[in-house]
């Protein structure tokens, strides 16, 4: 069994910074790509950015230029460095992971952490 548990969420205001981290644990066999998504109220779960496992990334025209997503292979760890928030930001942020895991078939599988609370006031 795995699970994905994220922290550093909380409340800001505008133009502040906020880092969220995500950890990967429990049976992993491997790691393919991993990122973050949010969902505001009223809305859909959309992409925020997202890394491979050699480090390429791609990010939401929302997030560029303001947000930084990192990884630690060696931690089975993501980060999400957010700089510039805007109330518009505030929204529960979700970490993702593709995942193997020991003794299961061979095929990448998507994994999500519970979700981290981020308010920006205005």
């Known amino acids: 069994q795995v699970q994905l548990v994220e922290s550093g969420g909380g409340l800001v205001q505008a133009g502040g910074s906020l880092r969220l981290s995500c950890v990967a644990s429990?049976?992993?066999?491997?790691?393919?790509?991993m990122g973050w998504y949010r969902q505001a109220p009223g809305n859909e779960r959309e992409l925020v950015a997202v890394?491979?496992?050699?480090?390429?990334?791609k990010y939401a025209d929302s997030a560029k230029g303001r947000f930084t997503i990192s990884r630690d292979n060696a931690k089975n760890a993501v980060y999400l460095q957010m700089n510039s928030l805007k109330p518009e930001d505030t929204a529960v942020y979700y970490c993702?992971?593709?995942?193997?895991?020991?003794?299961?078939?061979?095929?990448?599988?998507?994994?999500w952490g519970q979700g981290t609370q981020v308010t920006v006031s205005s």
């Open positions: 429990g049976s992993i066999f491997s790691i393919n790509g």
């Open positions: 890394i491979t496992s050699v480090g390429s990334t």
């Open positions: 993702n992971a593709q995942m193997k895991v020991v003794g299961g078939p061979p095929m990448w599988y998507d994994y």
